[in-house]
């Protein structure tokens, strides 16, 4: 056979490979497809805007009760936008990864600061928003205004990367200009937003992360995973990041029932939400009552004491990196005399529970019965 008949037949091919994977997938969206959240089907960019930020990092039936209440709380992106900071960060707590609450404020006031309230309706303009990457950008193109962008979501990459069998991890460069080609080759440009709702279902409900409903599945005679049993095998995955560690001790000063808060401005982890005193060290250290009244002698001009209660230490495992933790309550009897290190507030009992601290603290504040 001619290169050139070839090269036309494999072309077709491709072309029929495309057409039945889109109807599959359509056809299944419309007779089998159960999955409801609240903004499925959503039009308005600035609902589909909050669910995708939300949803970053987050598992579907966490996000729900965020997505609604920030939806009573702030109708519209104007309501965002004129929202105290700390307000926002309270409704946020818990959902971690904070710096997607930052740049939720900065895009609610730059739209209606600049764009009186509008979204962008090009891809282009969508992406140069604070905190919208290529992915939240491709959802709102297409889910509100029909434009052909395909959305690349982890359940995306696991149906693609096991139907076509595809050897490269998505974490890779290569990996990801390979998978966005093959998206952006398979979608239905004229219902792009129906088609990626779609594909982002069916890896959620059927082609899961673990055990996936392969019997039954609509792909199950195409499917390269399938058809060689390696079905577990893809997505191939990235190398693991090694942690970093990190030591923090929070004293948890206490006179006359109020306690001290600061909030944490510096660019890291959990900016912007409220903290106890912090000392983080390079590593472990085993912490006792004289231990403790040593160093609050090195680093306070005077202060008397009453109690100090040591808590267990504890830990929690970031996206990159390790916290080790331990709480420190120490009750001062004396009113303490100014200090530089104290440049916070010293709040009431109740008004912890109205403020916005990292899980670690809000977690420990629920389950510990302090001496304040």
């Known amino acids: 056979m001619p290169i050139f008949s070839k090269t036309v037949k494999l072309i077709q091919l491709c072309i029929m490979k495309k057409i039945a994977f889109q109807r599959r997938l359509l056809k299944w969206h419309k007779e089998q497809n159960l999955r409801q959240m609240p903004?499925?089907?959503?039009?308005?960019?600035?609902?589909?805007?909050?669910?995708e930020i939300i949803l970053q990092q987050t598992r579907v039936e966490q996000g729900m009760a965020y997505y609604q209440n920030f939806t009573q709380a702030f109708p519209n992106i104007q309501s965002l936008a004129n929202a105290h900071e700390d307000t926002v960060y309270k409704l946020w707590e818990g959902l971690g990864y904070y710096s997607r609450c930052k740049n939720m404020l900065k895009t609610a006031r730059l739209i209606t600061l600049e764009n009186k309230g509008k979204f962008p309706d090009t891809y282009d303009g969508l992406v140069k928003l604070p905190g919208i990457g290529p992915y939240t950008a491709a959802a709102i193109a297409s889910f509100c205004f029909s434009l052909p962008y395909p959305v690349?979501?982890?359940?995306?990459?696991?149906?693609?990367?096991?139907?076509?069998?595809i050897n490269l991890s998505s974490g890779t460069s290569e990996g990801k200009k390979y998978f966005?080609?093959?998206?952006?080759?398979l979608l239905d440009h004229q219902k792009p937003g129906l088609y990626n709702q779609a594909l982002m279902d069916f890896g959620a409900?059927?082609?899961?992360h673990a055990l996936p409903l392969c019997v039954g599945c609509i792909f199950q005679n195409s499917c390269g995973?399938?058809?060689?049993?390696?079905?577990?095998?893809y997505p191939v995955k990235s190398k693991k990041i090694k942690l970093k560690e990190r030591w923090f001790t929070w004293f948890i000063f206490c006179h006359r029932g109020?306690?001290?808060?600061?909030?944490?401005?510096s660019k890291d982890i959990w900016e912007n939400l409220f903290e106890f005193y912090l000392l983080e060290t390079n590593q472990s250290k085993d912490w006792s009552e004289?231990?403790?009244?040593k160093w609050l002698a090195s680093e306070f001009e005077s202060m008397e004491l009453s109690a100090i209660r040591i808590y267990p230490a504890q830990t929690q495992k970031l996206t990159h990196q390790l916290i080790h933790a331990r709480f420190i309550e120490i009750m001062i009897q004396s009113p303490i005399k100014p200090q530089k290190q104290f440049?916070?507030?010293?709040?009431?009992?109740?008004?912890?529970?109205?403020?916005?601290?990292?899980?670690m603290i809000r977690n420990f504040l629920e389950k510990s019965i302090m001496l304040s």
């Not at 149906?159 to 069998?165: D, G, H, S, T, W």
């Not at 995973?225 to 095998?233: G, R």
């Not at 109020?258 to 401005?265: G, H, L, P, S, V």
């Not at 440049?343 to 899980?359: E, I, Y």
């Open 180 to 185: 966005s080609q093959l998206a952006g080759d």
């Open 205 to 208: 409900t059927v082609c899961k």
């Open 258 to 265: 109020k306690i001290y808060i600061q909030k944490r401005t």
């Open 39 to 51: 903004w499925k089907g959503e039009k308005d960019p600035y609902k589909v805007w909050l669910s």
């Open 290 to 293: 004289k231990a403790v009244m």
């Open 225 to 233: 995973a399938y058809l060689e049993n390696k079905v577990s095998d």
């Open 343 to 359: 440049k916070g507030n010293w709040v009431s009992r109740k008004q912890l529970d109205h403020t916005g601290f990292p899980a």
């Open 152 to 165: 690349m979501d982890g359940n995306v990459f696991r149906v693609l990367a096991r139907v076509f069998k």
